[in-house]
C-alpha cells in the first residue's frame, strides 16, 4: 500500500508531529529541550515559517505553523532534525536513528480549527498525565500565549490576536478557552486528520484544497470502523491513538 503524499500548501497553517523511534525518548534533560528550541529558532528564521504553538514532550514534538511556501515544511523538519540528531548522538555517545522515518502533518482550516489545535497542542502535557495545568509545563507555547511569557520562537496567528485588541485582556480569553476540555468529538477529528494526512477542516476549505493538489482529501468520516491490517503490512496501517 503506497503512502499518501503528504499536502502542504504556501500560507495554509499545518499542525506537524514528529515522533522518537519506536516512540522512544528523544529528549533526556532540561539542556536537550533547550538545545532543540535553539535549532528550532534557526530552521524558523531559515525557511520563513512562522510557529504558533508547540508543545515538547518526552518522546514526541507537535508544531503548528504556517509556511511561506509548500517546500518549506519539509526544509524545517530536515534541517532540524538532522542538528538535533548530532548533537543527541554526539551528547550520548549513540548513533542511529532518533526520529521516526516520517512526520504526521495535516493542513488546519484556520477560521474553525487553528485555536482548537493550539488548545490541543498546549493540553498535551495535561493529558499525559504530567500537569494539571498547562501554565505548569516549561516546554510549550502555552506561557507565552496564555500568560504574557516572551517567546521568541513564536509569531501569533491572526485570530488568535483577533481574540482582543489588548495583550493582557487577549490572554485572558485565550485562557478561559482552557477552562473546559476538549470534547471526544474535537479529539477524534484532530487525530484522523494527523494519522490519515489529510486537511483538517469542512467545506469549502476542502473544496480548495483538492482544487490546489489536483486530487480528493480523502479523510475517513468519525466512527467508521477501522480496517484489519493485510499480513506483512500491519506496522504500515497501525493506527496511533493518543496523541
Known amino acids: ?21 519506536n516512540r522512544e525518548a528523544c529528549f533526556f534533560t532540561d539542556e536537550d529541550f533547550l538545545a532543540y528550541r535553539e535549532w528550532l529558532a534557526e530552521a524558523l528564521q531559515k525557511t520563513g515559517c512562522a510557529l504558533h504553538a508547540y508543545v515538547l514532550m518526552t518522546n514526541h514534538v507537535h508544531l503548528l505553523l504556517t509556511p511561506p511556501t509548500a517546500q518549506a515544511v519539509s526544509q524545517l523538519v ?12 554526539k551528547t550520548y555517545r549513540r548513533t542511529g536513528t532518533l526520529w521516526d522515518s516520517r512526520y504526521k502533518s495535516s493542513l488546519v482550516q484556520a477560521n474553525d480549527y487553528l485555536l482548537l489545535c493550539q488548545r490541543y497542542i498546549e493540553l498535551n502535557p495535561v493529558r499525559a498525565n504530567i500537569t494539571d495545568d498547562p501554565a505548569h509545563y516549561r516546554w510549550s507555547s502555552y506561557q507565552a500565549n496564555g500568560l504574557g511569557q516572551s517567546d521568541a520562537l513564536l509569531t501569533p496567528h491572526a485570530l488568535y490576536l483577533g481574540l482582543d485588541g489588548d495583550a493582557t485582556s487577549r490572554q485572558a480569553a485565550y485562557r478561559a478557552l482552557f477552562r473546559s476540555e476538549l470534547d471526544h ?4 477529528d484532530i ?6 494526512g489529510q486537511p483538517l477542516g469542512k467545506g469549502r476549505f476542502l473544496d480548495q484544497v483538492e482544487r490546489m493538489i489536483g486530487r480528493r482529501c480523502e479523510v475517513r468520516p468519525r466512527g467508521r470502523p477501522r480496517k484489519m491490517a493485510e499480513p506483512g503490512n500491519a506496522q504500515e496501517q497501525q493506527t496511533t491513538l493518543p496523541i
Open 1 to 21: 500500500m503506497p503512502r499518501r503524499p503528504r499536502i502542504h500548501l504556501p500560507g495554509v497553517p499545518i499542525h506537524l508531529v514528529q515522533r522518537g523511534h
Open 78 to 89: 530536515i534541517s532540524l532534525g538532522r542538528r538535533y540528531v548530532q548533537y543527541i548522538n
Open 185 to 188: 468529538e474535537a479529539l477524534t
Open 191 to 196: 487525530r484522523l486528520a494527523l494519522n490519515q
